[in-house]
């Protein structure tokens, strides 16, 4: 198959790469697919140019529907050589990063040219485990801080680039930030205590991805990287409350995703913060209803 010559949306930086399809994962799951930081009180405008490394980082592309947040964790399993390799390097130089984005098809004027994309939603991720398999390895990654990436280094046997980090703006209004950054953890915690209560069918997991977001974001992240790569602990948590509920239909799993996508684009933590709190009190009102059916149906 002959080489295709990938474009970017010059909304994120403009260069072109050539790849074969082969090259490009194809994800099916949401939650598991298969591949063949500190709080600041100085203002950030825009985004902070500091390199993870001169050398660039592991790059991993997925479609739109895999975007990563802030906070998100996922399983993967790598069994291609090429991703093994990249895993590896990720693991013994890169202290346990790479990058997790998006390749997202747009039109151009000239469809002779092949198929183009943009590079979007970019996510620094730490490698949190990795289980070794007869065949590949399972690896958990948990979300960091939105990257943009800013130029390709490398095409074989992975890609690899240069990224810079990019987090919110930063303006005078603390109080009224951390002031909503209770009100949504309360409602965060309100939500965690009801959704424990509902019984999953048996071939279910009782989703936790909340609390355990909120944990992470909660804490300090130990990450070995520049520390403009870690955002704001409100940035953080409110990313936080972008995670699945148990029993979500797949209206809602939809309407999450485009809540996502929403927040990576998001500059503004208290924009963020004011989405994310309308989502999570839909949520609440959506777990108690279902709270009545299961106590109707005991009794």
Not at 236 to 263: C, D, N, W
Not at 272 to 293: E, G, P, W
Request: hydrophobic content about 40%; overall charge negative; some cysteine.
């Amino acid at each position: 198959m002959s080489g295709l010559n990938l474009k970017f949306s010059s909304t994120f930086f403009t260069a072109s790469l050539p790849l074969t399809q082969s090259q490009i994962p194809n994800p099916k799951f949401p939650q598991f697919q298969q591949y063949s930081f500190r709080n600041r009180q100085t203002k950030r405008c825009g985004f902070i140019a500091a390199h993870a490394d001169s050398s660039g980082l592991p790059l991993l592309p997925f479609d739109i529907n895999q975007v990563l947040i802030p906070s998100e964790s996922k399983t993967l399993h790598f069994y291609e050589a090429r991703y093994l390799a990249l895993l590896e390097e990720s693991l013994f130089r890169k202290k346990k990063l790479f990058v997790h984005f998006v390749l997202d098809p747009v039109i151009v004027g000239d469809s002779s040219a092949g198929s183009s994309f943009a590079a979007r939603y970019g996510c620094l991720v730490i490698i949190e485990n990795v289980e070794r398999l007869d065949v590949g390895a399972l690896v958990s990654i948990r979300g960091i801080g939105r990257v943009k990436i800013m130029e390709f280094v490398q095409a074989d046997p992975y890609l690899k680039g240069i990224v810079i980090p990019m987090q919110d703006n930063i303006f005078e209004c603390e109080s009224e930030i951390s002031s909503k950054v209770s009100e949504l953890k309360e409602a965060l915690y309100s939500l965690n205590s009801l959704e424990i209560k509902l019984k999953a069918p048996k071939e279910e997991l009782l989703q936790t991805c909340i609390a355990k977001s909120l944990m992470w974001a909660e804490k300090e992240p130990s990450v070995d990287c520049d520390e403009a790569f870690v955002p704001s602990l409100a940035e953080r948590i409110s990313f936080a409350a972008l995670q699945p509920v148990t029993g979500s239909t797949q209206s809602e799993l939809l309407e999450l995703q485009r809540e996502k996508l929403r927040a990576m684009d998001v500059r503004e933590t208290l924009e963020r913060i004011d989405d994310s709190l309308q989502l999570v009190r839909k949520s609440i009102s959506m777990v108690v209803a279902k709270l009545a059916i299961q106590s109707l149906e005991v009794q």
